[in-house]
């Protein structure tokens, strides 16, 4: 039996986020299972690093029930990031050059060495340098933002621009700190660190087990995206966007006018 077209779909999805072109989803007409949508994914990494990108952390998706039930998808994802993707704290981003952006609060830590697969949570803080607010622009290449659970794999989780805070040391408890998303000076969303698996900490165990069943291992100064702490909010030209998480300081981007 012929499996699907990896390379196919990677062209395809790649091609729509190149132009902002939305397209329909791939996975029921082309048999795609989830672990050919990773294989997918790696075939669209390839296709940054031969342009020049670098492979520079992970991201986790949909470690919240609210993003869960946001886009219909029940199971915890991992997703690639690259130099490309990064926006400096207070920078910039072009709406147009995206289909339908999306920004969302998140916790990042800095990684000091090789965690190894199944690290209990309690060796952390010897796995990681630093903890940041955060904030991942997130954008599906799915017309009406609607994918299944191997579509939104191959699509690398929808992952499209992030931007790092100041690094700070890590605080005794990640488990329960106040969470807010501002859009132009007013709260949209209000969350807790707690909505990302109970503890983001927790998140960086799945991510190291997850991406291990793919032959990935997390690198010595990478950056990992724990994931939303809340759901999602349509991001739009002109818009200052700050993410605030206790303890931690804020982050932030304006969308271009």
């Given at each position: 039996?012929?499996?699907?077209?990896?390379?196919?779909?990677?062209?395809?999805?790649?091609?729509?986020?190149?132009?902002?072109?939305?397209?329909?989803?791939?996975?029921?007409?082309?048999?795609?299972?989830?672990?050919?949508?990773?294989?997918?994914?790696?075939?669209?990494?390839?296709?940054?690093?031969?342009?020049?990108?670098?492979?520079?952390?992970?991201?986790?998706?949909?470690?919240?029930?609210?993003?869960?039930?946001?886009?219909?998808?029940?199971?915890?994802?991992?997703?690639?990031?690259?130099?490309?993707?990064?926006?400096?704290?207070?920078?910039?981003?072009?709406?147009?050059?995206?289909?339908?952006?999306?920004?969302?609060?998140?916790?990042?830590?800095?990684?000091?060495?090789?965690?190894?697969?199944?690290?209990?949570?309690?060796?952390?803080?010897?796995?990681?340098?630093?903890?940041?607010?955060?904030?991942?622009?997130?954008?599906?290449?799915?017309?009406?933002?609607?994918?299944?659970?191997?579509?939104?794999?191959?699509?690398?989780?929808?992952?499209?621009?992030?931007?790092?805070?100041?690094?700070?040391?890590?605080?005794?408890?990640?488990?329960?700190?106040?969470?807010?998303?501002?859009?132009?000076?007013?709260?949209?969303?209000?969350?807790?660190?707690?909505?990302?698996?109970?503890?983001?900490?927790?998140?960086?165990?799945?991510?190291?087990?997850?991406?291990?069943?793919?032959?990935?291992?997390?690198?010595?100064?990478?950056?990992?995206?724990?994931?939303?702490?809340?759901?999602?909010?349509p991001l739009r030209p002109g818009a200052h966007v700050r993410a605030v998480v206790e303890k931690l300081g804020t982050a932030s981007l304006r969308a271009a006018a």
């Open positions: 039996m012929i499996g699907p077209d990896i390379a196919g779909i990677a062209d395809k999805l790649g091609a729509a986020a190149d132009t902002a072109t939305a397209i329909p989803q791939l996975a029921a007409e082309t048999g795609l299972d989830v672990d050919a949508a990773y294989a997918v994914q790696t075939a669209l990494l390839q296709r940054r690093l031969d342009r020049g990108e670098r492979l520079v952390g992970l991201k986790m998706g949909l470690t919240s029930k609210a993003k869960m039930a946001q886009v219909g998808v029940d199971e915890v994802i991992w997703g690639r990031l690259t130099d490309a993707m990064r926006v400096p704290d207070g920078g910039s981003v072009d709406v147009a050059g995206f289909i339908h952006p999306r920004v969302e609060p998140e916790v990042a830590f800095l990684l000091d060495r090789l965690p190894e697969p199944g690290e209990p949570v309690g060796a952390f803080t010897e796995a990681v340098r630093a903890v940041a607010p955060a904030i991942e622009l997130i954008d599906s290449r799915y017309a009406n933002f609607t994918f299944s659970l191997p579509d939104v794999v191959a699509d690398n989780t929808s992952a499209a621009a992030f931007v790092v805070g100041p690094w700070s040391p890590v605080p005794d408890g990640l488990d329960n700190l106040g969470v807010l998303l501002e859009i132009d000076g007013r709260v949209a969303q209000v969350g807790s660190t707690a909505a990302i698996l109970g503890d983001p900490r927790r998140a960086l165990d799945e991510g190291i087990r997850l991406a291990g069943r793919h032959g990935v291992r997390l690198r010595e100064g990478w950056v990992f995206l724990a994931g939303a702490a809340t759901a999602a909010v």
